[in-house]
Nanobody, 115 residues
């Protein structure tokens, strides 16, 4: 059974940094992409960043230049380095792993940016 376990969320002041991690356990064949999404109450879940099998990346405009996604294939782990955090980055952050047949979601980790 596949499980995605996120960690690294918390409370940080504006301008601060956090690093999120998402470790996948179980067997996922032919991972196509690994990504991070976020959601705030009353809004749809939105893509933050994604990294593809070939190493290419894609970022939401709102985080470009501040966030960096990376992965460790040997550990089936994806990371999100978040710098220069803003109050509007406050959300529950979810990781997602996509294979050709199925997508898998983590349980979410809260990130709160506040002074």
């Amino acid at each position: 059974q596949v499980q995605l376990v996120e960690s690294g969320g918390g409370l940080v002041q504006p301008g601060g940094s956090l690093r999120l991690s998402c470790a996948a356990s179980g067997t996922i064949f032919n991972i196509f992409s690994m990504g991070w999404y976020r959601q705030t109450p009353g809004k749809q879940r939105e893509l933050v960043a994604v990294i593809f099998r070939g190493g290419g990346t894609n970022y939401a405009d709102s985080v470009t230049g501040r966030f960096t996604i990376s992965r460790d294939n040997a550990k089936n782990t994806v990371y999100l380095q978040m710098n220069s955090l803003k109050p509007e980055d406050t959300a529950v952050y979810y990781c997602k792993v996509d294979s050709p047949l199925k997508g898998y979601w983590g349980q979410g980790t809260q990130v709160t940016v506040s002074s």
